[in-house]
Structure formats: structure tokens, C-alpha cells
């Protein structure tokens, strides 16, 4: 078992549990590698005792927290996940100051992979087959301003997207931070501007797509720090 204390840029849905995800804290105050704590939830995703304080609460997105882990469970592009330790809650040790957030995130040049969109999105989704040269499955980055969407989704519900452009790309993913979702799909069809945002950017595990029988990654906000 390994402790490991992440700032915390993702605590997002998966069906009904969880996936979490932050950057390592190191001893000298410097910032380390992604940490995706995966639990024993459907696909790996942590269940609500699993990513929850003592008190029951779960960890908001800044939160500098220590996270009790088994050992490393790469899983493809997955390489950030961590086996958690169930036996132990996790611990809150402060919050992160979002200024100094603002100076983690990346420049990467693409988000991943530029394979392919939805029919609800734009540069969203990889096909799995394409995910092996794909050595990690997270991102933070800064956008200028994103924009929400709650439009219409499969099966005719209700879904939130992000789009945002990066590095001269435009970008429309599925939002699954659920702060964002509560404040946004009660008010029904429309678009939102939020502003300058921290973004993190998560690939999440391979979906078989109906429509068309191929498996698919698809590119999710799944973080998002208001900094406007």
C-alpha cells in the first residue's frame, strides 16, 4: 500500500459512481504525475465509500488530499490508474489556491488524438484501435472560454457538452463534472458562457458504439475550475 497526495482536478459521474483523478504533490511542494485512483465500481469506477472522507463527504475539485493506494494498474492509455486502497478513507489536507493552478496547465498540441467526431460532438472521440500509440489519458488546460451546451443527446435526453478551442482546433465534449451538470441541465436547452477555465481533459475506457459496432474512447470534461 502507497499513499499519495493529489490536487484534485477531476471528481466526475460514471454512471452512478465516480472517477476521480489529480496531480501527485511531492514532498518539496512540486508537482508530480497524474494519479486516477480506480475502484470496484462497473469499468473500475469508484463506488461513493470509496473516494469519500470520513466524514462521508467526496473530494472538490482543488482539494489537496492524501488517497491510500494497492499499487499501479495501467490499463492501455490508461496509464494514471491506481488500484485504491477500500479499507481506508481519504484525507483532506487543504485546498490548492486556483492561482497557482492556473500556472499546471499544459500546452499539449492535440488533445490525445484528432480521430473522428460524434454526431453530437467535435474532435470527441478515438477509435480504440488508434488509442495504442496513446501513452496517457489525462490533460489540465487553460481555455479562454467555454462554452456549455445542454442539447440533445442519444437516445433524445438531455446531455452537457464543452467546446472550446485549443492550440487553433474547436472542441465539443460531453461534460460529466457534476457541478456543472446540476447547474446547467434543469435549465434546459441552451448555451452558457462560462469564461476563462481550467479544463481537465479525461480519455475515459473504450465504448462499444452502437450505430456503427466499433469501440471507441471518447475525449470527456471532465474537470472544470472557473478562473475568469
Same mark, same amino acid.
Given at each position: 500500500?502507497?499513499?499519495?497526495?493529489?490536487?484534485?482536478?477531476?471528481?466526475?459521474?460514471?454512471?452512478?459512481?465516480?472517477?476521480?483523478?489529480?496531480?501527485?504533490?511531492?514532498?518539496?511542494?512540486?508537482?508530480?504525475?497524474?494519479?486516477?485512483?480506480?475502484?470496484?465500481?462497473?469499468?473500475?469506477?469508484?463506488?461513493?465509500?470509496?473516494?469519500?472522507?470520513?466524514?462521508?463527504?467526496?473530494?472538490?475539485?482543488?482539494?489537496?488530499?492524501?488517497?491510500?493506494?494497492?499499487?499501479?494498474?495501467?490499463?492501455?492509455?490508461?496509464?494514471?490508474? =491506481?488500484?485504491?486502497?477500500?479499507?481506508?478513507?481519504?484525507?483532506?489536507?487543504?485546498?490548492?489556491?486556483?492561482?497557482?493552478?492556473?500556472?499546471?496547465?499544459?500546452?499539449?498540441?492535440?488533445?490525445?488524438?484528432?480521430?473522428?467526431?460524434?454526431?453530437?460532438?467535435?474532435?470527441?472521440?478515438?477509435?480504440?484501435?488508434?488509442?495504442?500509440?496513446?501513452?496517457?489519458?489525462?490533460?489540465?488546460?487553460?481555455?479562454?472560454?467555454?462554452?456549455?451546451?445542454?442539447?440533445?443527446?442519444?437516445?433524445?435526453?438531455?446531455?452537457?457538452?464543452?467546446?472550446?478551442?485549443?492550440?487553433?482546433?474547436?472542441?465539443?465534449?460531453?461534460?460529466?463534472?457534476?457541478?456543472?451538470?446540476?447547474?446547467?441541465?434543469?435549465?434546459?436547452?441552451?448555451?452558457?458562457?462560462?469564461?476563462?477555465?481550467?479544463?481537465?481533459?479525461?480519455?475515459?475506457?473504450?465504448?462499444?458504439?452502437?450505430?456503427?459496432?466499433? =469501440?471507441?474512447?471518447?475525449?470527456?470534461?471532465?474537470?472544470?475550475?472557473?478562473?475568469?
Amino acid at each position: 500500500m502507497v499513499t499519495k497526495r493529489i490536487i484534485c482536478f477531476a471528481n466526475s459521474l460514471k454512471g452512478s459512481a465516480h472517477c476521480v483523478a489529480g496531480l501527485e504533490l511531492l514532498p518539496n511542494d512540486a508537482v508530480g504525475e497524474w494519479i486516477r485512483p480506480i475502484g470496484t465500481g462497473h469499468e473500475d469506477a469508484l463506488r461513493d465509500g470509496e473516494q469519500a472522507y470520513a466524514d462521508g463527504t467526496s473530494p472538490q475539485l482543488l482539494d489537496v488530499l492524501d488517497v491510500h493506494l494497492v499499487d499501479h494498474r495501467p490499463q492501455g492509455c490508461q496509464t494514471e490508474n =491506481w488500484l485504491v486502497d477500500t479499507t481506508l478513507h481519504w484525507q483532506r489536507i487543504g485546498r490548492y489556491e486556483p492561482a497557482g493552478a492556473i500556472g499546471l496547465a499544459e500546452n499539449p498540441e492535440t488533445l490525445f488524438l484528432n480521430a473522428g467526431s460524434s454526431s453530437g460532438g467535435i474532435n470527441d472521440q478515438i477509435p480504440d484501435t488508434l488509442s495504442g500509440g496513446i501513452t496517457g489519458s489525462l490533460h489540465l488546460i487553460r481555455v479562454p472560454n467555454l462554452r456549455v451546451h445542454v442539447q440533445r443527446g442519444y437516445g433524445n435526453g438531455l446531455e452537457v457538452r464543452g467546446s472550446f478551442a485549443h492550440r487553433g482546433l474547436n472542441y465539443r465534449l460531453k461534460v460529466t463534472d457534476p457541478v456543472i451538470k446540476a447547474e446547467f441541465l434543469p435549465q434546459g436547452i441552451g448555451e452558457h458562457d462560462l469564461g476563462a477555465c481550467l479544463v481537465c481533459i479525461s480519455l475515459a475506457a473504450p465504448f462499444l458504439k452502437p450505430t456503427d459496432g466499433i =469501440w471507441y474512447r471518447y475525449k470527456v470534461v471532465a474537470g472544470v475550475v472557473r478562473t475568469a
